[in-house]
């Protein structure tokens, strides 16, 4: 298996414009997690499903945020409209189990507003 | 909410000394996880602790779960310049299927 697969790997995008990134979990992997990394803030779970269905999404930090997994390969997280204070690293994770299974992260989309 | 902390926030060591980070659950914790993330990179699983007190080493790294499953430590012994990066815990949230983070320990070695 390749691993979490994310795209893009980086984004530059004028404020006010919509975002959207993706992610290929593991095949297999019940769990898919969002999250967003800012050295102030740390890493943030934004969003997390369960075979394909949101379970909590009080991370996600407002209304211009949404996420979505049509299915078990494929997940996307938009941003409309995007702000600079929006720019981060923004990584999907994958686990097979809750609880005990460890994450497997991909590589990172690295967000630039401006 | 539950929290997970982490000290130091930052550590810079001479090639050859050891670290140590310590990890704080504010919660009694069913697992701590330990990840890895090189500068630049994404966080990478390292280990996972389950027992009250339990000891695993992987080379030069050596882990720990508190007897009240609530601490946790890294151990890194004769530090290496390839060790270099953040080193994060983190805990299951309660009956949430999703991981807590700590800010996690930012490792810097001087060669």
């Known amino acids: 298996d390749a691993g979490v697969i994310q795209s893009p790997r980086h984004e530059v995008t004028e404020m006010g414009q919509e975002v959207t990134l993706r992610c290929k979990p593991i095949s297999g992997h019940d769990y898919l997690f969002w999250y967003r990394q800012t050295m102030m803030r740390g890493l943030e779970l934004l969003i997390y499903f369960n075979n394909n269905v949101p379970i909590d999404d009080s991370g996600m930090p407002e209304d211009r945020f949404s996420a979505k997994m049509p299915n078990a390969s494929f997940s996307t997280l938009k941003i409309q409209p995007s702000e600079p204070r929006d720019s981060a690293v923004y990584f999907c994770?994958?686990?097979?189990?809750?609880?005990?299974?460890?994450?497997?992260f991909g590589q990172g989309t690295r967000l630039t507003v401006v | 909410g539950q929290q997970v902390m982490q000290i130091p926030q930052y550590q810079h060591v001479q090639e050859g000394e050891d670290f140590t980070t310590y990890c704080n659950s504010s919660t009694t914790l069913s697992n701590i996880q330990w990840y890895k993330q090189r500068p630049g990179g994404h966080p990478v699983f390292l280990i996972q602790l389950v027992k009250s007190g339990e000891v695993k080493k992987q080379k030069r790294l050596t882990f720990q779960f508190g007897e009240a499953k609530k601490n946790s430590s890294l151990h890194i012994t004769a530090t290496q310049t390839t060790d270099v990066g953040t080193y994060f815990c983190?805990?299951?949230?309660?009956?949430?299927?999703?991981?807590?983070f700590g800010k996690g320990t930012k490792l810097s070695v001087k060669p």
């Open positions: 983190a805990g299951p949230s309660g009956s949430q299927g999703n991981l807590i």
């Open positions: 994770a994958s686990s097979p189990r809750r609880q005990s299974g460890e994450a497997f």
